[in-house]
T-cell receptor
Framework: AQTVTQSQPEMSVQEAETVTLSCTYD???????LFWYKQPPSRQMILVIR??????QNATENRFSVNFQKAAKSFSLKISDSQLGDTAMYFC?????????FGSGTQLTVLP | EAGVTQFPSHSVIEKGQTVTLRCDPI?????LYWYRRVMGKEIKFLLH????????ESGMPNNRFLAERTGGTYSTLKVQPAELEDSGVYFC???????????FGQGTRLTVV
C-alpha cells in the first residue's frame, strides 16, 4: 500500500516570498504519478502540478515547481512570488492508476 | 465547460436516516471517483467507476454505502442508515483516462447528528 506524508500541517509566508511544502511517499511501484492539489477556502480542489515518475526533469507551472527526488521518495512543492490567492490547503497525492492516495494536507497562509 | 458538480453542498441528517449524494462528472469523462475526508484525517478513496461499471470499490467502508452510476453519466452515493462516523466531506472527481488529471467537485459536507 502507498502512503503519503505531509509533515507540515500549517505554514505561512509573506506575500512575494518563496515557500516550500514538503511531501514524502512510500511505494513499491516503479511507474506512478505525483500531484499537488490546492483547495482554497470553500472552493473545490484544483490541480497545481503533476509529475510522472519516469521523468527526471522536475515539473514547472508558472510560479509553481517541484523538487522530485525519486530515490528519496520526496516530492516538494515550491511556490515563488507568493500571492494572497495562494492561500489554501495543499494536498500532495500519489496515483497508482486509478486511485489517488493523499497526504493529510498543509494549510498555507499568505500574509500581506 | 461545466466542471464536476455535486449536490447538495451541505447535508445535516440524523443518525439512522438515509442520505443520497449526487455527482455530475465532466461530460465525456468515463472515469468517476468518490473520495471522502473524515474530520482530521486524510482524503480516502472510496470507489472508481468506468462508465457504469464499478472498477474498484475497495475503499467503501461497509455495506451501508451504495454507489451507482446508471447509464454511465451521473453517480449517486447513498448512505443507509447513516452513522455518526459517516460525517465528513465527500468528494467526487472525474477524468477522461485513468492516468490523467482528476477534476474534483466542490464536495458535499455531510453531518450526521
Amino acid at each position: 500500500a502507498q502512503t503519503v506524508t505531509q509533515s507540515q500541517p500549517e505554514m505561512s509566508v509573506q506575500e512575494a516570498e518563496t515557500v516550500t511544502l514538503s511531501c514524502t511517499y512510500d511505494t513499491s511501484e516503479s511507474n506512478y504519478y505525483l500531484f499537488w492539489y490546492k483547495q482554497p477556502p470553500s472552493r473545490q480542489m484544483i490541480l497545481v502540478i503533476r509529475q510522472e515518475a519516469y521523468k527526471q526533469q522536475n515539473a514547472t507551472e508558472n510560479r509553481f515547481s517541484v523538487n522530485f527526488q525519486k530515490a528519496a521518495k520526496s516530492f516538494s512543492l515550491k511556490i515563488s512570488d507568493s500571492q494572497l490567492g495562494d492561500t489554501a490547503m495543499y494536498f500532495c497525492a500519489f496515483m497508482k492508476p486509478a486511485q489517488l492516495t493523499f497526504g493529510s494536507g498543509t494549510q498555507l497562509t499568505v500574509l500581506p | 465547460e461545466a466542471g464536476v458538480t455535486q449536490f447538495p453542498s451541505h447535508s445535516v441528517i440524523e443518525k439512522g436516516q438515509t442520505v443520497t449524494l449526487r455527482c455530475d462528472p465532466i461530460s465525456g469523462h468515463d472515469n468517476l471517483y468518490w473520495y471522502r475526508r473524515v474530520m482530521g484525517k486524510e482524503i480516502k478513496f472510496l470507489l472508481h467507476f468506468v462508465k457504469e461499471s464499478k472498477q474498484d470499490e475497495s475503499g467503501m467502508p461497509n455495506n451501508r454505502f451504495l454507489a451507482e452510476r446508471t447509464g454511465g453519466t451521473y453517480s449517486t452515493l447513498k448512505v443507509q442508515p447513516a452513522e455518526l462516523e459517516d460525517s465528513g466531506v465527500y468528494f467526487c472527481a472525474s477524468s477522461q483516462w485513468v492516468n490523467t488529471e482528476a477534476f474534483f467537485g466542490q464536495g458535499t459536507r455531510l453531518t450526521v447528528v
